[in-house]
T-cell receptor
Framework: AQSVAQPEDQVNVAEGNPLTVKCTYS??????LFWYVQYPNRGLQFLLKYITGDNLVKGSYGFEAEFNKSQTSFHLKKPSALVSDSALYFCAVREYTGGFKTIFGAGTRLFVKA | EAQVTQNPRYLITVTGKKLTVTCSQNMNHEYMSWYRQDPGLGLRQIYYSMNVEVTDKGDVPEGYKVSRKEKRNFPLILESPSPNQTSLYFC?????????????FGPGTRLLVL
């Protein structure tokens, strides 16, 4: 069965510093991995996804993620954090088992301090 | 504007009083899904629909019903709500061409069952 782990409930970083939000996964077949962001009182917004190809995926708002098959990880990164990046981030894996099922991690709250 | 809409956005009800949360998308997507978000648990999939008249259970279907009579609509029905169904609910849609298709989320419905 597929699963997703986000080992950090919260990540704190100073504005201008690089940020990393961690995600590890477990799937039985090819991984289809996603990152979403949730701002207060808003729905989830898509950031980026890994389907196949380059291990470094670039997404919205300057975010990128590195797919590492051997470590089964898909960490979200940004070279220089902004205060406006403060939000709740979800990693997710999608699988086809006769229909599309999606498993989300528990979420990581990112605080960027000015 | 491409969007997923949900109504109502906020709902307070009492135990046992049937309710329906509506979801509609204007992107001609075949796939639609319902999730609930609870603190520390991330999002969990309730039901999904691969196309009109095709629905299936997600990971937490107990106490919920769905129907898909039209492509654009996917209502979530709680026939006898209980306090443990107090949660934040999200509807999402995507194309069903491939597992890697991006899901688009509605703004959420916050439900309180007393």
């Amino acid at each position: 069965a597929q699963s997703v782990a986000q080992p950090e409930d919260q990540v704190n970083v100073a504005e201008g510093n690089p940020l990393t939000v961690k995600c590890t996964y477990s799937v039985s077949g090819n991984p289809y991995l996603f990152w979403y962001v949730q701002y207060p009182n808003r729905g989830l917004q898509f950031l980026l996804k890994y389907i196949t190809g380059d291990n470094l995926v670039k997404g919205s708002y300057g975010f990128e993620a590195e797919f590492n098959k051997s470590q089964t990880s898909f960490h979200l990164k940004k070279p220089s954090a902004l205060v406006s990046d403060s939000a709740l981030y979800f990693c997710a894996v999608r699988e086809y088992t006769g229909g599309f099922k999606t498993i989300f991690g528990a979420g990581t709250r990112l605080f960027v301090k000015a | 504007e491409a969007q997923v809409t949900q109504n109502p956005r906020y709902l307070i009800t009492v135990t046992g009083k049937k309710l329906t949360v509506t979801c509609s998308q204007n992107m001609n997507h075949e796939y639609m899904s319902w999730y609930r978000q609870d603190p520390g648990l991330g999002l969990r999939q309730i039901y999904y629909s691969m196309n009109v008249e095709v629905t299936d259970k997600g990971d937490v279907p107990e106490g919920y019903k769905v129907s898909r009579k039209e492509k654009r609509n996917f209502p979530l029905i709680l026939e006898s709500p209980s306090p443990n169904q107090t949660s934040l609910y999200f509807c999402a849609s995507s194309s069903n061409r491939a597992t890697g298709e991006t899901q688009y989320f509605g703004p959420g419905t916050r439900l309180l069952v007393l």
